[in-house]
């Protein structure tokens, strides 16, 4: 099962909005509603964002959202806050009943 | 609040094998299916195996080398981790899912390394 694609950084200054992607196949990505984000700051554990491409579970910010086209998965943040500086990954089910993550995207706040 | 302790890493030779333990508490153990996710030194997420009432799953690349395993009176799961590898080194997460095979809530990893 290959990775997700995700750029390797996206950046942005305070108060703007990103979006990084996260591409898939249609075995995973394309094929379910099972795309997850993660945030982990440096020697942190990952912290689950977004689930089921847009949910958000309790207690995280309105500011990020999910979406899906296709085989592309993609998470955006507005409001762009230093905070939001860390890696974020994607992943998704698959249909051999795995979970695949993508190689992470470093989000620097400028 | 859901609560996971990881414990049982430690520097293990090449072949060798270690069993990693998962404590869990502030949910219903039983009702959850449970994850081990690694991540190797300066390295991305890399999903290593599920289990829930049905069953287990694991990736290929540990797939007949590590066995997960739940002991539901004790809210713990475990992952037994045989023929070990240097590429095997990596802190091992262990994690609740939440629904449509997504790791929600995460512990704080145990250390594994692999070296002689």
């Known amino acids: 099962q290959s990775a997700l694609t995700q750029p390797a950084s996206v950046s942005g200054s305070p108060g703007q909005s990103i979006t ?39 207690g995280v910010s309105d500011r990020f959202s999910g979406s899906k086209s296709g085989n592309t998965a993609s998470l955006t943040i507005s409001g762009l ?12 089910y698959t249909s051999s009943a795995t979970v695949v993550f993508g190689g992470g995207t470093k989000l620097t706040v400028l | 609040q859901v609560h996971l302790v990881e414990s049982g890493g430690g520097v293990v030779q090449p072949g ?19 994850h081990w996710v690694r991540q190797a030194p300066g390295k991305g997420l890399e999903w290593v195996a599920f289990i829930r009432y049905d069953g ?13 395993s739940r002991d539901n009176s004790r809210s713990t799961v ?39």
Request: overall charge negative.
């Open chain 2, 16 to 34: 060798g094998s270690l069993r990693l333990s998962c404590a869990a508490s502030g949910f219903t153990f039983i009702n959850y299916a449970m």
């Open chain 1, 81 to 92: 806050q230093a905070e939001d500086e860390a890696d974020y990954y994607c992943s998704s």
């Open chain 1, 20 to 58: 990084m992607s996260c591409t898939g196949t249609n075995s995973d990505v394309g094929a379910y509603n099972y795309v997850s984000w993660y945030q982990q700051h440096s020697g942190k554990a990952p912290k689950l964002m977004i689930y089921e491409v847009i949910n958000r579970p309790s």
């Open chain 2, 78 to 116: 475990y992952l037994q981790m045989n023929s070990l590898r240097p590429e095997d080194t990596a802190v091992y997460f262990c994690a609740k899912d939440g629904s449509g095979w997504c790791p929600h809530n995460w512990g704080q990893g145990a250390l594994v390394t692999v070296s002689s």
């Open chain 2, 56 to 68: 287990s799953h694991y990736a290929d690349s540990v797939k007949g080398r590590f066995t997960i």
